[in-house]
């Protein structure tokens, strides 16, 4: 993701709201729930490598994606910037999505995508049993999420910050949080933190950022914990929401990938090596998070630096 400090840098300039991600068009699909995108991000997909034959190994995942002819992702059709369908065009549409086409033009040689609408509470299932190949979700790796899957990166960098209804008052801290109601999604990082830093704090979760939305603008709790990215886009799009404090975790995002799948593992950071070295990598995140995040791309953190990656 981008960094932290550049990301908050400009929250109050997007406190209006970030906007697009993952990509799509409207043609049936084989997997329920699924959404088909070939185009979006042909612009700045046109310098994207494709493997060389001999790395697309037979037998492996790579070949069975060439043969099927489409990666199939576990995404969000919802996320502002980051992987959301464009209701003018069916197109799925930001910094997940396109770099989701990315990695399927590297194996296949076209950016055919299938996204998989997923929650955080499905993802581990939908890569265990084989319903996608590969999850781009704002998916923070953790120790204990690389135990029930394989992350490749991370290719991003965020952290939690906190979102209220506009003129909230008595919350620019973690802290202030303690015996409030506190809304987060479910099975994400916010809630050990949130009960770290504020233990006398309710939780109540939701399956997904927009659910976590509406139930803060209903009042059901007086604060959303969530990754900052994603509130700084919902913040842009809605001017009932204000982003009271900077980041206070550190949220290394990875690429989610069938557990023990170390030679698709290796094969995708190749692939995310490549892309950051051509210039491909920060051309998708100045046309989607660069959008409202003001200065050059990001430095995209180490491969392999974090735990669980």
Partial sequence: MVSIKRVAAVAAVAMAGLTACAGTDSASSAVPGAAPSEGGGSGVL????????ADIL????????????????GGSLDAPLLSQQNPATGEVEGFDADLGKALAKYIIG???VKIVNAASETREALLSNGTVDVVFQTYTITPERAEQVSFAGPYYSSGLSIAVKKGTTGISSPQDLNGKTVIAGANTPAIPEIKKLAPQ???ITFGGDPECVQALKQDRGVA??????????DAKKDPELQVVTKPFTQDPYGIGLKHGDDQFKSFVNDWLKKIQANGVWQDVWKSSLGTVVQGEAPTPPEIGSVPGS
């Fill in 110 to 112: 076209q950016p055919k």
């Fill in 201 to 203: 704090a309710k939780i």
């Fill in 224 to 233: 959303y914990v969530q990754d900052e990215t994603l509130l700084v886009a």
């Fill in 46 to 53: 046109a310098k994207a490598p494709v493997a060389a034959a």
């Fill in 58 to 73: 037979p037998g492996s995942t790579m070949e069975k994606i060439k043969q099927r002819g489409e990666l199939i992702v």
